[in-house]
């Protein structure tokens, strides 16, 4: 209740559970049975409502409802289909060209042996009536499963960032403390093409508002991450993940306040320190702060803009929940004021209702 008391402050919309179907969808014709298929990414509910007799080859009509994030397979029919939207928003992608949002009342006519894909929104439900007919060749020629690169180009297509999607999603996991769905988090902003050196500053970042421990567990995952990939667990660029040199040596003498800090680290240890810790050198700013707590020099690093910085920010605010509403709703507008859309917001708090679910 609190973390949603505390949403309410972006004036965004909730999606809608992925668990069950919300009584404000119009499913006109009944959901019919929830399936699960390797054909699909996530479930979906077909109602089979009528088949039309249409010369030698039949027409089956059928009502399909996807929750949020789920979709086809690539696929192609061998004698067309046509696609009427019923409610919700949707995405559907011919290869080759790009996505294209699906609203109420849109209709799309698939081509003969054209492949494609079709599915539900990021943050929506969506429903649609497929009207398909029949072919010796086969009604329906099931393909590969559609990436989520190919997926999240939908954000794009629907005027929201797929950059703030991540980078809200890592900045949220991560003031949870939730590391296993964060090195997932990380895996997925990778994929989708956010660079290790911009995941590291967002960690370097968060530290400001969630803390050093949540930022510098953060770091470790992101670690993990991307030692998995340089241990080639799979195909996905590991993208600048050489730190780079950090901005002050660890030499006494250079700079006070962080000799102060370093030897204050040293008290506490009790033993010297000649180089920085793991996560340190991973993220060499960070060692800065550590020393120095220089909250003004922030957002001097030019690797995230200052609108990345605030859509950080405003997911690390909203998830810790009640007691800094006065600094959501500042940093909210700032974030506006930088360029992020309120369709951008909204995306971000659908962003942080799936990760309080996961």
Known sequence: MRFLKTLLLLLLMAPASAQKIPDSLNVIFGPGQRIESPNFTGPVWVERIVIIEYETQPVPIGNVTFPPKSRSNWHHHSAGQTLLVLDGVGYYQEKGGSV????????????????????????????????????????????????????????????????????????????????????????????????????????VHLYAYAGFPRSIQGLKSLMATTNKRAAGDDDISTQATTPPEPPTKLLKGENEKYDQGLTTLEQLTGRPWTQPSDYGQFAPRIDIFLKEHLFADVFADQTLSYADREVITVAVLATLGEGVEPMLAGHSNIARHQGVSEVDLRMIRSVLLQTQRL
């Open 100 to 203: 294209q949002v699906l609203r109420k009342g849109d209709k799309v006519q698939c081509p003969s042996g054209v492949e494609h894909w079709h599915g539900a929104a990021n943050d929506h439900w969506f429903v649609q009536l497929a009207l398909t007919k029949e072919h010796p060749d086969g009604r329906v020629i099931w393909g590969e499963p559609v990436t989520n690169r190919q997926y999240q180009a939908g954000l794009t297509a629907e005027g929201k960032s797929w950059r703030y999607y991540h980078l809200a999603r890592v900045a949220a996991l991560a003031t949870q403390g939730d590391l296993h769905q964060l090195e997932m988090a990380f895996a997925d902003a990778l994929e989708a093409g956010l660079t290790v050196a911009e995941l590291r500053e967002a960690m």
